[in-house]
């Protein structure tokens, strides 16, 4: 039996979290939720993951500062970015981070499966982290 790919979702928005894991777990992946990157990071010191789907306005830490810290941290996993407030900024700091792909809310959820399936192919899912 193969194992599940790990999927990371990190979003304050409760109802969003709940659709978009449900989403994911009907479609045959092992999803842990987060509601901001302070509960990210501790969900990545305790598990490894295969992507990581987040939101980019969020209390304590956002998405851009979460990324900053998987980079320091060396963690091997590509990230996508769900906004609701797509900005030219933004998208270009993520892009500038390594970010896989930055995709505008509201998000279809066809959409989001596709962009995170192309994300799981091309980068492997590899759960690795570097020097660890």
């Not at 109802?15 to 990071?41: C, I, N, P, Q, W």
């Not at 010191?45 to 980079?71: A, N, Q």
């Not at 941290?73 to 407030?85: A, R, S």
């Not at 933004?90 to 995709?103: K, P, V």
């Amino acid at each position: 039996m193969t194992e599940k790919q790990k999927i990371l979702l990190v979003d304050d928005d409760p109802e969003f979290r709940r659709a978009m894991k449900k989403l994911f777990e009907k479609s045959g992946y092992d999803v842990t939720a987060a509601g901001d990157g302070e509960e990210a990071l501790e969900a990545l010191g305790k598990s490894r993951f295969d992507l990581i789907i987040s939101d980019l306005r969020m209390p304590r830490l956002d998405g851009i500062e979460l990324m900053e810290e998987i980079k320091r941290k060396k963690v091997n996993v590509p990230v996508i970015f769900i906004t609701g407030y797509g900005e030219v900024e933004s998208y270009m700091d993520a892009m500038n981070l390594g970010a896989f792909e930055y995709i505008n809310k509201p998000v279809k959820g066809q959409e989001i499966l596709s962009v995170a399936r192309k994300a799981l192919e091309t980068c492997g899912g590899s759960r690795r982290i570097s020097g660890a």
